[in-house]
């Protein structure tokens, strides 16, 4: 069971239709003239970003999922059967909502996001 939650208010889809993910490296290279090389300044990778795609079972569900991460606050996204999509994260872009085309009934809610530290 996939849950997403802002600690009050849970909503429940009927699974994750797709998830993207992408950490942006925080490694800096630093031209040196007369040099072939450059020069690394290593650091950590960011949190994960991506897209989230939630199956609903009717239009009305995922409208009502689609107005509540549209408001202001942090949300908890947790899987039980994957526990490695677990996270706490933002929406930073669209939030799309989709008839599936086979069945003209379930409808996907897709979320771009951004992982936040819990």
């Known amino acids: 069971m996939t849950t997403i939650s802002d600690g009050t208010t849970t909503k ?13 490296s925080g490694n800096v290279l630093h031209n040196i003239i007369d040099r072939v090389d450059d020069e690394v300044t290593f650091r950590t990778a960011g949190l994960r970003q991506g897209d989230l795609g939630l199956l609903f079972p009717t239009l009305e ?14 949300l ?3 899987d039980a059967d994957h526990p490695g999509l677990n996270m706490s994260f ?23 996001y ?4 819990p």
Do not use: M
Request: one cysteine or more.
């Open 114 to 117: 951004r992982q936040v530290t």
């Open 12 to 24: 429940t889809p009927i699974l994750v239709t797709g998830w993207r993910s992408s950490r942006a």
């Open 61 to 74: 569900a995922a409208l009502d999922c689609e107005a509540f991460v549209a408001t202001a606050h942090k």
């Open 76 to 78: 908890t996204l947790v």
């Open 90 to 112: 933002v929406v930073t872009g669209d939030i799309s909502v989709d008839l599936d085309d086979e069945t003209r009934e379930q409808t996907i809610v897709t979320i771009t």
